[in-house]
């Protein structure tokens, strides 16, 4: 009876340490107060609400909750997790996919929190090593404040690498994104941290390093913003632990998980790669250690013979797939026979350096750096043979893009389930607009290997079938039909002339891309044309804000993260159904691997995800009317695949168009 006074008593104290969500997202509650134009929904507070139950629920509580657009599901996720980080003195780590969920966190939505709470948490982002400038490579590429000369010129005269000297000499993060150069400057580059260049305990700026001090920043944070690929380049990438521990984890865009897990265990070599390591300048260093009489050039001819073989390899590849993305599912011989050449040569190079793992000074930057070069050669070999021998297909798959050899695992829920466990949280969050496609689980859930013990489906704030409508367009081409870039261009030209604009396009290839570019550039308009590629995504993005008639023009990348609300986005055009190339290489090996499974398992959960990311980018207020149109009849005609079952329930028009009369059909879409 003690016992169950006890356990009351300690379940009395945890629901006081977080109140109720309707006291804080109610029509009263504190964000009214705090936010002038606050608008109460109910779907955040019911959001909020599991949030705080699975928190109160204790350890091995995982949520995984849907939430569409205009839920505020940011503030329904971090106010129940401040509130009970604060009161037990835990730490939150907040995962996304994408820069601007991560900035806009850290430099809007945490300071809002932290005030409006009463709250005094201390937060920050951590980034990955290459966001960081190494003051090592920076030395050795003369891009110091130390000294004015030897500065490298990128075709500027030096002007860049004096811009980052000036910079690092008052910094205080190392954080290249304030040095005012673009993110992909040679310079910026040449100065750029590397795990596979770090010296570690051998380096002399060790003490300076600012890596190692955003590592330390972050220990004393109580909310860490992270991002994906971050996270699993510990966990998967390289085998290790995150370096800040946190009892609760969340993770918002939780669909974009199995992909970034991929991304981190992908593999790739390629002749490029071979050349970089063999004319390094750590095999000058290693032969004035080894070097002496008649051994005099012995290092430098063998790393030359690595070079060669590795140049011979690539070459016969080109030869036998001279196709730009090819898979393979089995041992090419002549290739493994050639492989194997690589191989010996690249042993017999590394054991010339064979002392250097008895060397007792492991703190010694010259043998350090050696030995950095030796894992890194030795790595390459290791991919190069894997990718060569394929013995993983299909669990993973194998393919040669350019001049490189990649793989990748085809379904990595193995590794992600346990890498999940391995961090062990207290209690685990994962929330999307698009998790549970048609109110499905099983999709996420099977990618993931996560198995959550709550479940949580909101509907949309929104009016939506008084907001919007789905016009599907029938064109009865198939995309491999000589017709079919015509006919979609000359749809879309005239979707977007009776629209005036205010269009967001969305194609499902690069070459479909540049050719509605080109039909919708062909003659003089009243609006705007934007286009993927032809300025940075932040910039076409703000150009697209203010132009309230412009079109963008975009593919995959912009399914997501496109939030133009009002007059400025009243029709988003989508191609087709998003299915993958059956010529992909993960995609045949998840074929192989599941077999008659693999479409109704993987491939059309997927695409019905994907589509509706896409069909999200048009409501995203109150105000919002517009329509998604599909130029894809098989979203009606293939019943069996329910795709309306997994968008928005509303109204749907249908548009037939006949192959040779495209102009007169397309303009009955106002009418139909």
Same mark, same amino acid.
């Given at each position: 009876?003690?016992?169950?006074?006890?356990? &009351? *008593?300690?379940?009395?104290? *945890?629901?006081?340490?977080?109140?109720?969500?309707?006291?804080?997202?109610?029509?009263?509650? *504190?964000?009214?107060?705090?936010?002038?134009t606050f608008e109460y929904r109910k779907q955040q507070v019911d959001l909020a609400e599991e949030v705080r139950c699975t928190l109160l629920n204790g350890e091995g509580e995982i949520l995984a909750a849907e939430a569409p657009p205009g839920v505020g599901k940011t503030f329904a996720l971090l106010v129940p997790a401040m509130i009970s980080a604060a009161a037990g003195g835990k730490k939150i780590l907040f995962l996304t996919a994408g820069i601007p969920l991560q900035?806009?966190?850290?430099?809007?939505? &945490?300071?809002?929190?932290?005030?409006?709470? $009463? #709250?005094?948490?201390?937060?920050?982002?951590?980034?990955?090593?290459?966001?960081?400038?190494?003051?090592?490579?920076?030395?050795?590429?003369?891009?110091?404040?130390?000294?004015?000369? +030897?500065?490298?010129?990128?075709?500027?005269?030096?002007?860049?690498?004096?811009?980052?000297?000036?910079?690092?000499?008052?910094?205080?993060? +190392?954080?290249?994104?304030? %040095?005012?150069?673009?993110?992909?400057?040679?310079?910026?580059?040449?100065?750029?941290?590397?795990?596979?260049?770090?010296?570690?305990?051998?380096?002399?700026?060790?003490?300076?390093?600012?890596?190692?001090?955003?590592?330390?920043?972050?220990?004393?944070?109580?909310?860490?913003?992270?991002?994906?690929?971050?996270?699993?380049?510990?966990?998967?990438?390289?085998?290790?632990?995150?370096? %800040?521990?946190?009892?609760? #984890?969340?993770?918002?865009?939780?669909?974009?998980?199995?992909?970034?897990?991929?991304?981190?265990?992908?593999?790739?070599?390629?002749?490029?790669?071979?050349?970089?390591?063999?004319?390094?300048?750590?095999?000058?260093?290693?032969?004035?250690?080894?070097?002496?009489?008649?051994?005099?050039?012995?290092?430098?001819?063998?790393?030359?013979?690595?070079?060669?073989?590795?140049?011979?390899?690539?070459?016969? #590849?080109?030869?036998?797939?001279?196709?730009?993305?090819?898979?393979?599912?089995?041992?090419?011989?002549?290739?493994?026979?050639?492989?194997? %050449?690589?191989?010996?040569?690249?042993?017999?190079?590394?054991?010339?350096?064979?002392?250097?793992?008895?060397?007792?000074?492991?703190?010694?930057?010259?043998?350090?750096?050696?030995?950095?070069?030796?894992?890194?050669?030795?790595?390459?070999?290791?991919?190069?043979?894997?990718?060569?021998?394929?013995?993983?297909?299909?669990?993973?798959?194998?393919?040669?893009?350019?001049?490189?050899?990649?793989?990748?695992?085809?379904?990595?829920?193995e590794e992600l389930s346990e890498c999940f466990r391995s961090f062990s949280p207290e209690t685990a969050v994962f929330v999307s607009a698009t998790l549970a496609p048609g109110g499905k689980w099983g999709y996420w859930t099977g990618e993931t290997?996560?198995?959550?013990?709550?479940?949580?489906?909101?509907? @949309?704030?929104?009016?939506?079938?008084?907001?919007?409508?789905?016009?599907?367009?029938?064109?009865?081409?198939?995309?491999?039909?000589?017709?079919?870039?015509?006919?979609?261009?000359? %749809?879309?030209?005239?979707?977007?002339?009776?629209?005036?604009?205010?269009?967001?396009?969305?194609?499902?290839?690069?070459? &479909?891309?540049?050719?509605?570019?080109?039909?919708?550039?062909?003659?003089?308009?009243?609006?705007?044309?934007?286009? =993927?590629?032809?300025?940075?995504?932040?910039?076409?993005?703000?150009?697209?804000?203010?132009?309230?008639?412009?079109?963008?023009? $975009?593919?995959?990348?912009?399914?997501?993260?496109?939030?133009?609300?009002?007059?400025?986005?009243?029709?988003?055009?989508?191609?087709?159904?998003?299915?993958?190339?059956?010529?992909?290489? &993960?995609? =045949?090996?998840?074929?192989?691997?599941?077999?008659?499974?693999?479409?109704?398992?993987?491939? #059309?959960?997927?695409?019905?995800?994907?589509?509706?990311?896409?069909?999200?980018?048009?409501?995203?207020?109150?105000?919002?009317?517009?329509?998604?149109?599909?130029?894809?009849?098989?979203?009606? @005609?293939?019943?069996?695949?329910?795709?309306?079952?997994?968008?928005?329930?509303?109204?749907?028009?249908?548009?037939?168009?006949?192959?040779?009369?495209?102009?007169?059909?397309?303009?009955?879409?106002?009418?139909?």
């Amino acid at each position: 009876m003690e016992h169950n006074v006890d356990n &009351l *008593k300690r379940e009395r104290e *945890k629901q006081m340490q977080i109140p109720a969500m309707e006291e804080i997202f109610g029509p009263s509650g *504190k964000l009214a107060e705090y936010f002038p134009t606050f608008e109460y929904r109910k779907q955040q507070v019911d959001l909020a609400e599991e949030v705080r139950c699975t928190l109160l629920n204790g350890e091995g509580e995982i949520l995984a909750a849907e939430a569409p657009p205009g839920v505020g599901k940011t503030f329904a996720l971090l106010v129940p997790a401040m509130i009970s980080a604060a009161a037990g003195g835990k730490k939150i780590l907040f995962l996304t996919a994408g820069i601007p969920l991560q900035e806009q966190l850290i430099e809007k939505d &945490l300071p809002a929190l932290n005030r409006l709470l $009463g #709250l005094s948490l201390p937060f920050g982002l951590l980034k990955g090593k290459g966001n960081y400038a190494c003051l090592l490579k920076a030395g050795e590429s003369g891009e110091t404040a130390d000294g004015r000369e +030897g500065y490298l010129s990128f075709g500027d005269g030096g002007a860049a690498s004096r811009k980052i000297a000036e910079w690092l000499s008052s910094t205080k993060t +190392g954080d290249l994104s304030e %040095v005012s150069l673009p993110p992909d400057s040679p310079a910026v580059l040449r100065i750029a941290a590397s795990s596979r260049a770090c010296l570690g305990a051998a380096c002399p700026f060790r003490d300076r390093c600012f890596v190692r001090k955003s590592l330390r920043d972050a220990q004393e944070w109580s909310v860490i913003v992270a991002n994906y690929h971050l996270f699993f380049s510990y966990l998967l990438g390289a085998g290790k632990p995150f370096p %800040v521990q946190a009892e609760i #984890l969340i993770c918002d865009e939780a669909h974009r998980i199995p992909e970034a897990a991929r991304s981190s265990m992908a593999q790739s070599v390629s002749a490029d790669e071979f050349a970089r390591l063999l004319r390094s300048r750590a095999v000058q260093d290693g032969a004035a250690l080894i070097e002496t009489g008649a051994t005099a050039g012995k290092t430098s001819a063998l790393a030359g013979e690595v070079r060669l073989e590795a140049a011979r390899f690539f070459e016969l #590849l080109e030869i036998k797939c001279p196709a730009n993305k090819a898979s393979f599912t089995s041992r090419n011989e002549e290739l493994w026979h050639q492989q194997a %050449v690589v191989r010996e040569k690249t042993d017999e190079l590394l054991r010339l350096f064979s002392f250097l793992e008895d060397s007792q000074d492991e703190l010694d930057p010259e043998h350090s750096r050696i030995s950095v070069w030796m894992d890194e050669l030795k790595r390459t070999a290791d991919v190069l043979t894997w990718c060569t021998e394929t013995s993983g297909y299909p669990s993973w798959a194998y393919w040669k893009e350019g001049r490189s050899l990649s793989s990748a695992p085809a379904s990595p829920l193995e590794e992600l389930s346990e890498c999940f466990r391995s961090f062990s949280p207290e209690t685990a969050v994962f929330v999307s607009a698009t998790l549970a496609p048609g109110g499905k689980w099983g999709y996420w859930t099977g990618e993931t290997g996560v198995a959550p013990t709550r479940f949580f489906i909101s509907d @949309s704030p929104f009016s939506l079938d008084e907001q919007m409508e789905i016009v599907v367009v029938d064109t009865g081409l198939e995309v491999m039909d000589p017709c079919y870039d015509r006919t979609v261009c000359a %749809v879309m030209e005239k979707l977007v002339e009776a629209n005036g604009g205010s269009t967001l396009i969305l194609v499902s290839s690069l070459r &479909l891309l540049r050719k509605t570019a080109e039909i919708l550039r062909n003659r003089k308009r009243a609006y705007t044309i934007l286009v =993927q590629g032809e300025l940075p995504r932040t910039e076409l993005l703000r150009a697209f804000r203010e132009d309230r008639s412009s079109v963008l023009v $975009g593919s995959a990348s912009f399914r997501e993260g496109v939030d133009i609300p009002g007059e400025g986005l009243t029709q988003v055009i989508i191609d087709r159904i998003p299915f993958p190339h059956p010529a992909d290489p &993960l995609v =045949q090996a998840r074929n192989d691997l599941f077999g008659g499974r693999s479409f109704s398992r993987i491939t #059309l959960p997927e695409a019905k995800m994907l589509l509706k990311q896409a069909a999200g980018r048009l409501i995203r207020s109150r105000e919002d009317r517009g329509r998604v149109v599909i130029l894809d009849g098989r979203v009606l @005609s293939r019943k069996d695949w329910n795709i309306p079952g997994a968008l928005p329930a509303v109204k749907y028009r249908r548009l037939v168009v006949p192959r040779q009369n495209v102009s007169k059909s397309v303009a009955q879409v106002r009418t139909v």
